[in-house]
């Protein structure tokens, strides 16, 4: 008997650790993220602060490799454009550092609150929540993203040598070499792998909210019915728009990649477009969730009410006090419904909470009126 009992346990344990997410796993074919963290062990805190000081420095010294016309003097202007860049690389390198932990931990709060419950599909094959994490994993930490994201950076750095700046070409190669590895290769590379890993996490967790029943538990510590962890995909996607936008401000008149009306138009379409997205696949799917989860609590107080009403209703020799107790259990039946309505979080965020992330998120757009804000303050 104690045999069975300790093996029982060990399935469960076993069961258990399959379905908690570790954020290594998310990034074991990602081979800078593997030399930064597993192999070299060096703390977030100080990647980030290096990242700062070496690009912040290198596109000092460099950046005019790519200028039309170089100018022995530094401008204000400049060294605005080289701060813009320098922060929005140093916050890429942050997020693209933390994302894998901050996906690791989203589910893992979702789980541990045990708001994902059993499939909705209820054949024997059905998928459960340890093969949903495998598939998961299987597309975040594919080597294909980082091949392509490689790839994509040289690309972009040779486009921008042979088209965009070809005086950059009589430069030493050491110089083209030196340029690509501490500017060009860690914004473009940490940037896009934050965009991709934050598109898979908003695909993953629709795909969650679709495949299983979601348990919403109304007195949950967090008031958000065991969801407040997809606070953190709000947070994560404002940090990354902020970094976009601090690139584009940087390059609104750096030569020679000055962007036009157009792109300006383009990246304000792109701009509205994401917080569309972002709200639908953040707010709007798991409200609709959650509604459909308090919905189930009230369809049998509503049919119980109804058929009560029925019961209930007073016949011409029904005495008085039976009308009475009619009416109470009807009044009994109201007060318990109303109670489940209100005890039912329908957000998965609170109120206080959504202010603030709504500011953050319509700071990118505040953020485009630094340029006119410089030159205002800089006019001679």
């Not at 005495?319 to 259990?329: D, K, N």
């Amino acid at each position: 008997m104690e045999a069975e009992n300790s093996t029982r346990k060990e399935a469960a344990q076993s069961e258990g650790d399959r379905t908690l997410l570790s954020a290594q796993r998310l990034y074991q074919h990602d081979p800078l993220l593997v030399l930064l963290k597993d192999k070299l062990h060096l703390a977030t805190a100080w990647i980030v602060v290096g990242g700062f000081v070496v690009v912040g420095f290198c596109f000092f010294l460099l950046g005019p490799l790519f200028q039309s016309h170089f100018q022995p003097s530094v401008s204000s202007g400049d060294m605005f454009d080289v701060l813009l860049f320098t922060l929005g690389t140093t916050l890429s390198l942050l997020i693209y550092l933390q994302l894998p932990a901050w996906m690791a931990s989203l589910f893992n709060g979702l789980s541990t609150n045990g708001v994902i419950g059993p499939s909705r599909e209820e054949s024997a094959d059905a998928m459960s929540y340890a093969r949903f994490l495998e598939y998961m994993i299987s597309w975040v930490d594919s080597g294909w993203w980082s091949l392509a994201i490689g790839i994509l950076t040289i690309f972009y750095f040779l486009y921008g040598i042979f088209i965009f700046a070809p005086q950059a070409t009589t430069a030493p190669p050491l110089e083209l070499l030196v340029s690509f590895l501490t500017t060009t290769f860690p914004a473009f590379y940490t940037f896009l792998f934050g965009w991709l890993r934050l598109i898979l996490l908003l695909i993953f967790l629709n795909r969650l909210f679709v495949l299983f029943r979601i348990r919403v538990r109304p007195l949950a510590p967090d008031s958000s019915g065991g969801l407040a962890a997809l606070n953190q995909l709000g947070w994560v996607s404002a940090a990354i728009m902020v970094a976009s936008t601090l690139f584009l401000v940087a390059f609104h008149e750096f030569p020679p990649i000055a962007l036009s009306p157009y792109d300006i138009a383009g990246a304000t379409i792109s701009y509205l477009t994401l917080l569309v997205v972002l709200a639908i696949g953040w707010l709007a799917l798991p409200h609709q969730v959650m509604v459909q989860a308090r919905n189930q609590q009230l369809q049998p107080l509503t049919e119980e009410y109804e058929r009560m009403l029925v019961e209930t209703m007073p016949a011409g020799d029904e005495q008085t006090a039976q009308i009475v107790a009619g009416t109470e259990r009807l009044a009994a039946l109201k007060q318990r419904y109303e109670l489940v309505q209100e005890t039912f979080p329908i957000w998965p965020i609170q109120v206080v909470e959504m202010r603030r992330l709504a500011v953050a998120w319509l700071l990118p757009a505040l953020m485009a009126l630094l340029p006119s804000i410089f030159a205002i303050f800089t006019r001679k």
